[in-house]
């Protein structure tokens, strides 16, 4: 029997908007608490223009977000063994 069924795929969906979600908000205070003048105003150009080290930060916690979320949610997630 296939590993992909609908609840799994929806499942994953879900815990990659979550994760996406939870990324974004832990971008946003990263660049608030890193000093960037413009704070949860400043736009990812502006934050490598201030700091490159947290310009690549804030995109690896952009990507990492969904990526983890669809990963617990998948976990977490009972399996049919029927």
Known sequence: M???TPG???GALA??????????????NLVIFAGVDQGYEASLPEVF???????????????AG????????????PR???
């Open 80 to 82: 049919s063994d029927t």
């Open 49 to 63: 223009e201030t700091n490159v080290l947290l310009g690549v930060t804030t995109v690896a916690v952009l990507i």
């Open 66 to 77: 969904p990526i983890v979320g669809a990963i617990v949610a998948l976990r977490i997630r």
């Open 8 to 10: 799994r795929v929806i």
């Open 15 to 28: 815990g990659a908007i979550i994760g996406l979600l939870v990324g974004g908000i832990a971008a946003v």
């Open 2 to 4: 296939s590993t992909h």
